[in-house]
């Protein structure tokens, strides 16, 4: 067995084993065993950032009118297309809430001042 097939049976049965119930209510994420820290403001938040020259960080949104984001995109009109993911985790089977969210900025201030849950 080469050891690229070795490392991919390694793999699908780690998979397999994690996916049971019992063992996926006993895992704990790597390095989510306690809370990553205080929770920030926005302002504290980018003050906290480090980005290469000649980029900056603006704060264009903040909760309550994003709520944990998965996943974004701007349209040619600039709008921000933002994925929320309301249950994640999620601990049970049913109906899901999560949602698409459209942010706009519509006085041009560069904050976005209008949202709408698309889907």
């Given at each position: 067995m080469t050891r690229l097939?070795?490392?991919y049976c390694c793999l699908l049965l780690t998979g397999l084993c994690l996916t049971t119930p019992a063992a996926a209510d006993e895992r704990?994420?790597?390095a989510q065993d306690r809370p990553p820290g205080p929770a920030l403001s926005p302002q504290q938040a980018i003050a906290r950032m480090t980005v290469p020259p000649g980029f900056s960080v603006e704060l264009i949104a903040?909760?309550?009118?994003?709520?944990n984001p998965t996943a974004?995109?701007?349209d040619e009109r600039g709008r921000y297309?933002?994925?929320e993911s309301l249950e994640y985790p999620r601990r049970s089977p049913?109906?899901?809430k999560d949602r698409v969210r459209i942010l706009e900025d519509?006085?041009?201030d560069g904050r976005t001042d209008?949202?709408?849950v698309f889907m």
């Open positions: 097939t070795l490392a704990i994420p790597h903040a909760e309550p009118d994003v709520v974004m995109t701007i297309w933002i994925t049913g109906p899901g519509t006085d041009g209008h949202t709408t």
